[in-house]
């Protein structure tokens, strides 16, 4: 599967407009949602985002994340063996602020030969993936 990986860190900086990085986010989420490329999630992710959504802007976002953005994604279901997979990968790094959530989503690229996401977080570029870029 080719498609664009989805991370939480590009995903609330589209919707938060107090986010310093919502111009791009949103002119790139834009451009995604146009083309005809395949957007591509976690379950973890799902989950990160309605917990960050709700504790930062309230439950209005997370309805409106989960009606409008969600069907937008092919959603990767971490299972047993890739839960282990990450889980191994973040106590192996040993870095306080490489989390769960993001060894997953690391874990499920190489799975499906995903080679660029759509986010603001250095850890992605750190593992050798290519930030997603406006055309």
């Known amino acids: 599967m080719s498609g664009v990986f989805c ?16 111009a791009d986010a949103s002119a790139q989420w834009r451009e995604l949602v146009n083309s005809d490329v395949q957007l591509v999630t976690t379950n973890y992710v799902i989950v990160e985002m309605a917990a960050l959504l709700q504790r930062r802007v309230g ?12 069907p937008m994604f092919e959603i990767v279901w971490i299972d047993q063996p890739a839960h282990a997979r990450a889980t191994e990968a973040m106590l192996t790094a040993n870095r306080r602020q490489l989390s769960l959530v993001d060894c997953a ?31």
């Open 105 to 135: 989503s690391f874990d499920t690229m190489r799975q499906l030969g995903i080679r660029v996401a759509f986010e603001f977080d250095q850890h992605f570029a750190e593992q050798g993936f290519e930030r997603y870029q406006s055309a």
């Open 59 to 70: 439950l209005d976002f997370v309805r409106r994340f989960q009606t409008d953005v969600v």
């Open 7 to 22: 991370d939480t860190s590009a995903l609330f900086a589209m919707l938060d407009r107090d986010s310093a990085q919502h």
